[in-house]
């Protein structure tokens, strides 16, 4: 199975912060990646697929990038909505597997 | 608008079975992979199970493969989850998704169904 580290796992912030969250595949994944935002009792939201791509009405300020099985997520000035948790998620073979969470705290 | 509603949770004793139910709409269900992901009480996200457009293929979590059984019909627009053998680490919130073929991601989800297994 493909482990997905994810971290760190909480972090704090303020707004217009620069944050940055790091994913790394226990193996190679191609650019099968993908993020995902989550608030508290509601279901994941997809934010960036293929590692890179930004998905429709996802605000700009959300961009992915990728190195070799090292995946970065940066929120590029943090705005009071976008404090939650998220969460990556490998599709490069069964099992998908998500990696641990980063959860962004409001400093 | 694209919408996925699950149905069906509830308390099970272990050893137990419950049919998890996923009803699409807003989008053609048969031109698109399925899936069904978990999430225990304070803990990631967890894939389950998917299924193929026409059914002709199906994976599974390893935990779970002889347990549950992911199926659809297309004619209905719907997704199922059969669950037996239902034991305390099934305890979750289950959502269905639509599953991206290539690329793997999970979009939109439902909002969710809980099920519980306890005596």
């Known amino acids: 199975d493909v482990q997905m580290t994810q971290s760190p796992s909480s972090v704090s912030a303020s707004v217009g912060d620069r944050v940055t969250i790091t994913c790394r595949a226990s193996q190679g994944i191609s650019s099968w990646l993908t993020w995902y935002q989550q608030k508290p009792g509601k279901a994941p939201k997809l934010l960036i697929y293929a590692a890179s791509s930004l998905q429709s009405g996802v605000p700009s300020r959300f961009s992915g990038s990728a190195s070799g099985t090292e995946f970065t997520l940066t929120i590029s000035s943090l705005q009071p909505e976008d404090f939650a948790t998220y969460y990556c998620?490998?599709?490069?073979?069964?099992?998908?597997?998500f990696g641990g969470g980063t959860k962004v705290e409001i400093k | 608008e694209v919408q996925l509603v699950e149905s069906g949770g509830g308390l099970v004793q272990p050893g137990g079975s419950l049919r998890l139910s996923c009803a699409a709409s807003?989008?053609?269900?048969?031109?698109?992979?399925m899936s069904w992901v978990r999430q225990a009480p304070g803990k990631g996200p967890e894939w389950v199970a998917n299924?193929?457009?026409?059914?002709?293929?199906?994976y599974y979590l390893e935990s779970v493969k002889g347990r549950f059984t992911i199926s659809r019909d297309n004619t209905k627009n719907s997704l199922y989850l059969q669950m037996s053998s239902l034991r305390a680490e099934d305890t979750a919130v289950y959502y269905c998704?639509?599953?991206?073929?290539?690329?793997?991601?999970?979009?939109?989800w439902g909002q969710g169904t809980l099920v519980t297994v306890s005596s």
């Open positions: 998704a639509r599953y991206g073929n290539p690329g793997g991601w999970f979009d939109p």
């Open positions: 998620q490998q599709a490069n073979s069964f099992p998908l597997t």
């Open positions: 807003g989008f053609t269900l048969s031109t698109y992979w």
């Open positions: 299924i193929k457009q026409d059914g002709s293929e199906k």
